[in-house]
């Protein structure tokens, strides 16, 4: 049986009545302030205001994980113990920034932590841990197929004691937003190495260097999901000084795997609230409505769907916690199959899961009179961000064929 830590429970419970009394209240007011702004990537007062009451009811930075405790007044939690805390916050898709917990500046914030030099904790992690400023992680491409992340071609030379960048990236998130001062960039610094893996470098790029040129704002599924949002970015003779590399050169590939496993687990957390979310409205809207002279709660059809959603949201949960118990035990290169499993099943079955909820909402479910429409397109673009579902079961199917391939069945 699973049984969180009392650290765990009290910050549920704290957090639980945070979202009541602050966050549920304010969706709409929060929604009419982005549609009433002049610039939809610029911060809402409203977001400010949440922030510091967070802050002062010790919700913030609830990610850090306990090995970088020292980085959070709370003394950091274990993944299993984190996992119920996103789950609340995914109830409401903007709010995990109210709590400094929001993508992609977690993963970014704890590339700082693992990989960074001191100076440049100092200069960024500092300022993201107290909410001051926001990041990028620029790694995708669209001339390339970047679900193999040694396609990447964004070129990182060396000229005397610079690097200098040149190419395009798209579905940045976060590079639209004006709080976004650091970018997080990926390239390929030896192309003819032929050791794949190590042709690829990350270097730190202020985002007011020269040379950077924000191309546009983009949608997934006619959503920007401003102010945070996603761009396509060209870097054009983007020149930053040597010591803005992170680990070393050559070792980009390796962030970037110690980065998105945590990543991918914390979308996960968040959806399991979002579907949570969709089956108690479903479950409220089946008991107000009428057809055919009885509540839409009778029928068969009805019940029958909120069983199905019901049962793998349970299934889904239980998952997470597994591979993120496993992630506690084991650490993350040892659970990649855990991991993996869990990214292509969860964001699929939540999508499936609100899909159904919103049917049973009738033509309001496709509105923004409810969160669910959003939540789905959160979903579904969940499949595709940080690598899509194909390439994990492609490399998690060999994986498990390798394992009992050798192994005599019944034996």
């Given at each position: 049986m699973y049984q969180f830590s009392e650290k765990s429970q009290e910050l549920q419970d704290r957090l639980s009545a945070f979202m009541d009394e602050h966050i549920y209240p304010n969706e709409h007011a929060y929604a009419r302030q982005l549609a009433d702004a002049d610039n939809r990537f610029a911060p809402l007062p409203l977001m400010d205001e949440l922030k510091e009451k967070a802050k002062a009811a010790g919700l913030w930075n609830l990610f850090v994980p306990e090995d970088h405790a020292e980085y959070c007044d709370h003394g950091g939690l274990s993944f299993f113990d984190y996992a119920p805390l996103a789950e609340m916050m995914g109830r409401v898709v903007w709010c995990p920034e109210v709590f400094n917990c929001n993508a992609p500046d977690t993963g970014n914030m704890e590339v700082f932590m693992n990989y960074a030099t001191d100076a440049q904790r100092e200069q960024w992690l500092k300022p993201l841990l107290a909410g001051e400023i926001r990041s990028s992680y620029a790694m995708t491409e669209p001339q390339v197929a970047s679900s193999d992340a040694t396609n990447i071609e964004l070129s990182i030379e060396k000229d005397g004691d610079e690097w200098v960048l040149n190419g395009r990236k798209w579905f940045i998130t976060g590079a639209m937003y004006e709080r976004t001062?650091?970018?997080?960039?990926?390239?390929?610094?030896?192309?003819?190495?032929?050791?794949?893996?190590?042709?690829?470098?990350?270097?730190?790029?202020?985002?007011?260097?020269?040379?950077?040129?924000?191309?546009?704002?983009?949608?997934?599924?006619?959503?920007?999901?401003?102010?945070?949002?996603?761009?396509e970015i060209v870097f054009d003779n983007v020149r930053v000084p040597l010591e803005n590399v992170l680990l070393g050169e050559g070792r980009g590939f390796e962030i970037a795997q110690g980065r998105l496993g945590p990543?991918?687990?914390?979308?996960?957390?968040?959806?399991?609230?979002?579907?949570?979310?969709?089956?108690?409205?479903?479950?409220?809207?089946?008991?107000?409505?009428?057809?055919?002279?009885?509540?839409?709660?009778?029928?068969?059809?009805?019940?029958?769907?909120?069983?199905?959603?019901?049962?793998?949201?349970?299934?889904?949960?239980?998952?997470?916690?597994?591979?993120?118990?496993?992630?506690?035990?084991?650490?993350?290169?040892?659970?990649?199959?855990?991991?993996?499993?869990?990214?292509?099943?969860?964001?699929?079955?939540?999508?499936?899961?609100?899909?159904?909820?919103?049917?049973?909402?009738?033509?309001?479910?496709?509105?923004?009179?409810?969160?669910?429409?959003?939540?789905?397109?959160?979903?579904?673009?969940?499949?595709?961000?940080?690598?899509?579902?194909?390439?994990h079961q492609m490399a998690l199917g060999k994986k498990i064929i390798d394992r009992f391939s050798t192994d005599i069945v019944g034996g």
């Open positions: 001062k650091i970018f997080i960039v990926m390239g390929k610094s030896d192309p003819d190495n032929a050791n794949r893996h190590l042709q690829q470098t990350q270097v730190l790029v202020p985002k007011d260097t020269a040379g950077i040129q924000l191309i546009r704002p983009l949608t997934t599924l006619g959503y920007d999901d401003a102010p945070i949002g996603h761009a990543g991918r687990m914390h979308h996960c957390m968040r959806l399991i609230g979002a579907a949570q979310r969709s089956l108690e409205l479903a479950c409220q809207r089946a008991n107000s409505r009428t057809t055919f002279g009885r509540v839409i709660s009778k029928h068969q059809s009805i019940r029958e769907d909120i069983s199905k959603s019901f049962s793998e949201i349970e299934m889904a949960r239980l998952l997470v916690l597994r591979t993120s118990s496993k992630i506690d035990t084991d650490g993350v290169p040892a659970s990649v199959d855990m991991i993996a499993a869990t990214k292509t099943t969860v964001p699929a079955l939540v999508q499936n899961i609100i899909d159904r909820c919103m049917q049973m909402h009738g033509a309001g479910g496709l509105t923004e009179d409810y969160f669910m429409a959003e939540a789905f397109n959160y979903a579904r673009w969940c499949r595709q961000a940080d690598g899509p579902d194909q390439v």
